[in-house]
């Protein structure tokens, strides 16, 4: 069985602050895919990332950065100098060979203020 | 602009009535998803169509059914089998690769079932 806990159910920070979105998973697995995605009021799911299991390499874009470490199973999502415009469910999810859907995580609710 | 629109946005059904929600993608993607949100909790499958004329069940089917004869297109109807239809549906697609893992799902704008 596969599972993603996202223990964070919401996360109020003040503009510019750090924030660290925790995302731990299980799968029995050698080869996987891992996801984030952003949902803004709007409803619809934006795509941030998606990193394999054989990369550990960690990745930043902007102001967001992944550090994935297979040791602790986890897979976990900063994004420096928050904005209001950040302010959104976020969702890890997982997916392993040989199956179409993703499983998500419950999804971590951040709010930005100003 | 290529995307993936749903409509309509906001649903109002009756118990004992079928519904249908509309999905189309101008992506030119292979594989489409539908999934179900409930308040406070991830996504579930509730059916996929690799190609078309094509679709399998996923971990929430029953009370849905789906058909796929365009590729733009995946319409779900859910029915009045479906005990608790109220939730927030979530359309997705994803070009299909053939490991089936590589792939990147993109979803649509959803639609907000509620059952008066």
């Known amino acids: 069985a596969q599972k993603v806990t996202q223990a964070q159910t919401e996360i109020s920070v003040v503009e510019k602050e750090d924030v660290t979105l925790d995302c731990v998973y299980e799968t029995r697995d050698t080869t996987y895919y891992l996801f984030w995605y952003k949902q803004p009021p709007s409803g619809e799911l934006v795509f941030l990332i998606r990193r394999n299991s054989f990369d550990e390499q960690n990745e930043i874009s902007g102001r967001y950065s992944w550090n994935f470490q297979k040791s602790t199973s986890s897979f976990n999502f900063t994004i420096t100098a928050s904005q209001v415009v950040d302010s959104a469910v976020y969702f890890c999810a997982l997916k392993k060979a040989g199956r179409r859907a993703l499983t998500f995580g419950s999804g971590t609710r951040l709010q930005v203020q100003p | 602009d290529g995307g993936i629109t749903q409509s309509p946005k906001y649903l109002f059904r009756k118990e004992g009535q079928n519904v249908t929600l509309s999905c189309e993608q101008n992506?030119?993607?292979?594989?489409m998803y539908w999934y179900r949100q409930d308040p406070g909790q991830g996504l579930r499958l509730i059916y996929y169509?690799?190609?078309?004329?094509?679709?399998q069940k996923g971990d929430i089917a029953e009370g849905y059914s789906v058909s796929r004869e365009k590729k733009e297109s995946f319409p779900l109807t859910v029915t009045s089998a479906q005990k608790n239809p109220t939730a927030f549906y979530l359309c997705?697609?994803?070009?299909?690769?053939?490991?089936?893992?590589?792939?990147?799902?993109?979803f649509g704008p959803g639609t907000r079932l509620t059952v008066l």
């Open positions: 992506l030119n993607h292979d594989a």
């Open positions: 169509s690799q190609i078309v004329n094509d679709f």
């Open positions: 997705a697609s994803s070009i299909g690769t053939p490991d089936g893992i590589t792939d990147t799902q993109y």
